[in-house]
T-cell receptor, first 113, second 115 residues
Framework: QKEVEQDPGPLSVPEGAIVSLNCTYS??????FMWYRQYSRKGPELLMY????GNKEDGRFTAQVDKSSKYISLFIRDSQPSDSATYLC?????????????FGQGTILTVHP | EPEVTQTPSHQVTQMGQEVILRCVPI?????FYWYRQILGQKVEFLVS????????KSEIFDDQFSVERPDGSNFTLKIRSTKLEDSAMYFC?????????????FGEGSWLTVV
């Protein structure tokens, strides 16, 4: 079983739609959960960070973590064409290994006008 | 906004040649990382570095890889004898500390093609 699984898509939605992106994981030691956005030929850019279970909201973005199900989600409300990118989930066990991120495959999102 | 800068943006090298990828982390950051992304695959952790020592490395980071902070600003990844399978995008990253919750900032990557 892969440590982190993420549906690569591609996902295509109309502008204004609500987008749901998901990852599952197998390592119960993961404590820190992040979502990165990666534009073509660019480095990953941190969007959201969540510790342990719960929800976190930042503008149009909401991150959810369900540790009991080993499942994390990112919701994008009122999606815009500028949201078109690859979205990567990433996880860390924390402590001295905090910087050792384990990434998902990435989901390619296209928001069309 | 401060950023991690990487050079070169793209390098083509012959198999068996040595390659050095360079990074300038954000100036007040103390923790440095290299990741790589083979085309179509996941971003993978290679190594973390703090206080002039490797903190942690993955199984990918074998004896052909080395990292160095030769001066106060640069952080380099050396691949001694490149193989075809080393072709990938290599990302440098840095963070202020290793305290959980600190943002890890990534550079834009160096695309390495081994022919």
């Amino acid at each position: 079983q892969k440590e982190v699984e993420q549906d690569p898509g591609p996902l295509s939605v109309p502008e204004g739609a609500i987008v749901s992106l998901n990852c599952t994981y197998s390592n119960s030691a993961f404590q820190y959960f992040m979502w990165y956005r990666q534009y073509s030929r660019k480095g990953p850019e941190l969007l959201m960070y969540t510790y342990s279970s719960g929800n976190k909201e930042d503008g149009r973005f909401t991150a959810q973590v369900d540790k009991s199900s080993k499942y994390i989600s990112l919701f994008i409300r009122d999606s815009q064409p500028s949201d078109s990118a690859t979205y990567l989930c990433a996880m860390s066990v924390g402590g001295t290994s905090y910087g050792k991120l384990t990434f998902g495959q990435g989901t390619i999102l296209t928001v069309h006008p | 906004e401060p950023e991690v800068t990487q050079t070169p943006s793209h390098q083509v090298t012959q198999m068996g040649q040595e390659v050095i990828l360079r990074c300038v982390p954000i100036s007040n950051h103390l923790y440095f990382y290299w990741y790589r992304q083979i085309l179509g695959q996941k971003v993978e952790f290679l190594v973390s570095f703090y206080n002039n020592e490797i903190s942690e490395k993955s199984e990918i980071f074998d004896d052909q890889f080395s990292v160095e902070r030769p001066d106060g600003s640069n952080f380099t990844l050396k691949i001694r004898s490149t193989k075809l399978e080393d072709s990938a995008m290599y990302f440098c990253a840095s963070s202020v500390s290793d305290i959980s919750g600190n943002t890890i900032y990534f550079g834009e990557g160096s695309w390495l093609t081994v022919v």
